[in-house]
């Protein structure tokens, strides 16, 4: 508690000297417990200061995560108004999905700095290093039909795509279905999953998982994934990252469920569609064939034509570039 609070104090004054007397003073605790904590947070990866006979700073380019830090950045009616914020988790998707939603609010927001076990689409891992990513889950609560669950992860590829533009000034792209892409490199996976209720035929919640490399990228897979210090060459962005996908995921989410805009929200993910016009390899299950990518269809379906000159849409499966690829005339 006494380290949250002090994190809570340095972050409402980051970049300006606060005295130990000052932080005892204000949080009631000794200046031994206000040093213990300094030290505990600086464990933790926030960039503190301690300036001799002065005090102790937050640096402005501190990438420690903190409530206050992404609640600084929100603008949202109810997304990330109620968060938990944890050190590191298994997986922030199976919190959420474990925890009795019925109390929880639409928008509340699980997020971790790590996880041990953080999971990717099709039954994958996603690997996720502490301080390396932001990982987080969002809970909705749509009155919808199960049909427009594919539309929840158009809605929140657009608005990863947004909010990474925003943060970091570039044109971020998506990679059918959901994973979002900077210079030919994955930066973001997306996993949503939904509870249905099945006399209904009517989603009760989706839970939409992101998580976000924003920090040094494992060698392994330098050649296919990126992150946002290799696109910009900055730290310090963690806390706003996350609160700019909420506030942009709010808009996307309210812009798709309430002000029916779904034909404008399916545009954008067209206009941020890589292989265009190229052909891949679509592998569904067991199964692999080739097409070329036209685009999406009104439901978020892949729009592709067949070799035969026919078209299909490919509802779910994931795809990969052809690697003699070739553009349509
Ligand atoms: C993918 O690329 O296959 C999807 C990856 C989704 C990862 C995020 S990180 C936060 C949330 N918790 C998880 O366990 N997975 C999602």
Redesign the pocket.
């Known amino acids: 508690m006494v380290q949250r609070n002090v994190l809570e104090y340095l972050e409402k004054n980051r970049g300006t000297v606060v005295t130990g007397g000052e932080l005892s003073r204000q949080l009631n605790v000794s200046r031994t417990a206000v040093w213990k904590a300094i030290h505990a947070l600086q464990d933790k990866g926030h960039e503190i200061e301690v300036l001799a006979n002065s005090g102790y700073r937050l640096t402005e380019s501190s990438d420690g995560l903190s409530e206050r830090g992404i609640a600084e950045f929100l603008n949202t009616r109810a997304f990330g108004r109620q968060m938990e914020l944890h050190e590191s988790l298994p997986?922030?998707?199976?919190r959420l999905r474990e925890m009795d939603i019925s109390n929880l609010p639409e928008g509340y927001a699980v997020i971790a700095d790590g996880?041990s076990s953080?999971?990717?689409?099709s039954g994958?891992t996603?690997y996720?290093p502490a301080r390396e990513g932001v990982?987080?889950?969002v809970l909705l609560k749509p009155d919808m039909e199960i049909s427009d669950v594919t539309m929840i992860t158009v809605c929140a590829a657009v608005a990863v795509c947004r909010a990474v533009d925003a943060v970091c000034g570039i044109s971020a792209k998506i990679k059918w279905v959901n994973?979002i892409f900077n210079d030919g490199k994955k930066l973001c996976?997306?996993?949503s999953e939904a509870s249905v209720s099945a006399e209904l035929r009517r989603i009760d919640s989706v839970v939409v998982?992101?998580?976000i490399n924003t920090g040094v990228v494992d060698s392994a897979v330098k050649n296919i994934a990126g992150s946002i210090l290799e696109a910009t060459g900055k730290r310090g962005l963690r806390n706003r990252l996350i609160a700019e996908t909420l506030n942009q995921l709010e808009d996307v989410y309210l812009a798709f469920s309430l002000r029916r805009e779904k034909k404008e929200i399916l545009a954008e993910y067209s206009e941020r569609m890589l292989y265009i016009g190229k052909r891949i390899e679509i592998i569904e299950g067991a199964a692999s064939s080739i097409a070329t990518v036209l685009g999406i269809d009104d439901a978020g379906a892949l729009l592709v034509r067949l070799p035969g000159g026919g078209r299909r849409s490919v509802i779910s499966g994931e795809i990969k570039i052809f690697e003699s690829e070739e553009t349509i005339q």
């Open positions: 997986s922030t998707n199976r996880q953080g999971r990717g689409r994958r996603f996720s990982y987080f889950s994973d996976g997306i996993l998982g992101i998580g």
